[in-house]
T-cell receptor
Framework: ETGVTQTPRHLVMGMTNKKSLKCEQHLGHNAMYWYKQSAKKPLELMFVYNFKEQTENNSVPSRFSPECPNSSHLFLHLHTLQPEDSALYLC????????????????FGPGTRLTVT | AQKVTQAQTEISVVEKEDVTLDCVYETRDTTYYLFWYKQPPSGELVFLIRRNSFDEQNEISGRYSWNFQKSTSSFNFTITASQVVDSAVYFCALLRGATNKLIFGTGTLLAVQP
């Protein structure tokens, strides 16, 4: 168990639906991430939050909207998705700070398998 | 440019064989970190090891060992006496010092046959 949980584990949604993915970390970390993993593609970093502030948006379409209300929770709000958005969405967390205090390794949740029909 | 290459897409071995997964990285930074992650069929990426660019000592943990060579920009991972439970996709990743953006390789699918 890595201390990062994600819900739901599986989600099927139509292109006109609105849904949200939830991530919670129990590790006391101060940074959280969303990744997309599609078949036969490298893991793609989508968003980075450091200390609840978004510091990276990796050219992600606006139909994906992240929210980080506190350092333990991260959401990904989805609306009007396309079939090509079907993928495994992974959440991760890590501890960042000074070179002495950072651990750098990211701990991942089990992912949400999203299918857009 | 930062890049991680895992040239082996798929490897199949028979149980108890040793297997080495290759990882080659590119970076111009002097401070960086290298990682290996395991992704079993359940989907969760499991952190295995982190090495920093200043520490070229090889590491052994049970049946796992890692060979870090800056001269060839490689960070290879060896599993000794493989087991069926080792079947998974293994990812090598690079992180620049003072950033928290991981760059992943494309992964190597390891299938260990009984």
């Amino acid at each position: 168990e890595t201390g990062v949980t994600q819900t739901p584990r599986h989600l099927v949604m139509g292109m006109t639906n609105k849904k949200s993915l939830k991530c919670e970390q129990h590790l006391g970390h101060n940074a959280m991430y969303w990744y997309k993993q599609s078949a036969k593609k490298p893991l793609e970093l989508m968003f980075v939050y450091n200390f609840k502030e978004q510091t990276e948006n990796n050219s992600v379409p606006s139909r994906f909207s992240p929210e980080c209300p506190n350092s333990s929770h991260l959401f990904l709000h989805l609306h009007t998705l396309q079939p090509e958005d079907s993928a495994l969405y992974l959440c991760a967390s890590s501890q960042v700070g000074t070179l002495a205090s950072s651990s750098y390794e990211q701990y991942f949740g089990p992912g949400t398998r999203l299918t857009v029909t | 440019a930062q890049k991680v290459t895992q040239a082996q897409t798929e490897i199949s071995v028979v149980e108890k064989e040793d297997v080495t997964l290759d990882c080659v990285y590119e970076t111009r930074d002097t401070t960086y970190y290298l990682f290996w992650y395991k992704q079993p069929p359940s989907g969760e990426l499991v952190f295995l090891i982190r090495r920093n660019s200043f520490d070229e000592q090889n590491e052994i943990s049970g049946r796992y060992s890692w060979n870090f060579q800056k001269s060839t920009s490689s960070f290879n991972f060896t599993i000794t006496a493989s087991q069926v439970v080792d079947s998974a996709v293994y990812f090598c990743a690079l992180l620049r010092g003072a950033t928290n953006k991981l760059i992943f390789g494309t992964g190597t699918l390891l299938a260990v046959q009984p």
